[in-house]
């Protein structure tokens, strides 16, 4: 696995990129996102949608990180992807985080078999603590964002119920989850452009 010698010369800032640890997504489970962002925007809610295309399932995120500690970054979460075989999961399913009461983020669930993804959350989980980086105490909760709503809104946008009831009734779309990607996020005021660094299979699978 190719990997990027980082240098910093005497003086200089040290550099930073804002990176995160995600899975991929297939073209179905994008096209999937795609159709449920154009039925909930025809019903006109005040809403930051994503692109479906930039989707993926994060599975820890790091925030700003010196270039320099890449590479150990990069080996830990190839000793975590190799110790994790592929597994095959289904999206189907709709909801919002917190709460209807209090919505934030709308999303599309995962079904399936979930304790593989779980094990895999926890040893990079373990292996990032291990480096330094700061535990994430929040409960895994693996999902695939759609919009986030404006937080100046505090009453649930109208007919939101009934609209993820109906998204929950689409089939499901079959996700195989082969491969880990170290992602970089670069905010611009367009949205945020992602930048694969690395990838990681599953199982050390080619």
């Known amino acids: 696995m190719k990997r990027r010698e980082a240098r910093q010369q005497p003086h200089e800032q040290e550099e930073t990129w ?75 399913g709709a ?30 989980e373990a292996a990032s603590v291990a480096l330094g980086y700061q535990a994430e105490h929040r409960p895994f909760q693996p999902h695939i964002t759609l919009a986030r709503l404006r937080p100046d809104d505090t009453i649930p946008p109208r007919g939101i119920e009934a609209a993820l009831h109906e998204l929950g009734a689409l089939p499901p779309v079959v996700l195989p989850v082969t491969t880990l990607t170290l992602y970089r996020s670069v905010l611009r005021p367009s949205g945020p452009v992602y930048t694969e660094l690395y990838q990681f299979p599953l199982g050390g699978s080619t």
């Open 95 to 124: 909801g919002i985080f917190p709460s209807l009461r209090q919505p934030r983020v709308i999303w599309l669930g995962l079904i399936g078999d979930l304790a593989p993804l779980t094990v895999l959350h926890e040893r990079i």
């Open 18 to 92: 804002r990176v995160f640890a995600a899975i991929p997504l297939p073209s179905p489970v994008h096209h999937r996102i795609a159709e449920a962002i154009a039925f909930l925007q025809r019903r006109g809610w005040r809403a930051k949608w994503v692109d479906p295309y930039n989707s993926h399932i994060t599975v820890k995120f790091y925030g700003n990180v010196p270039v320099a500690q890449l590479p150990a970054l990069q080996d830990a979460l190839a000793a975590s992807s190799q110790a994790s075989q592929p597994f095959t999961l289904q999206v189907a």
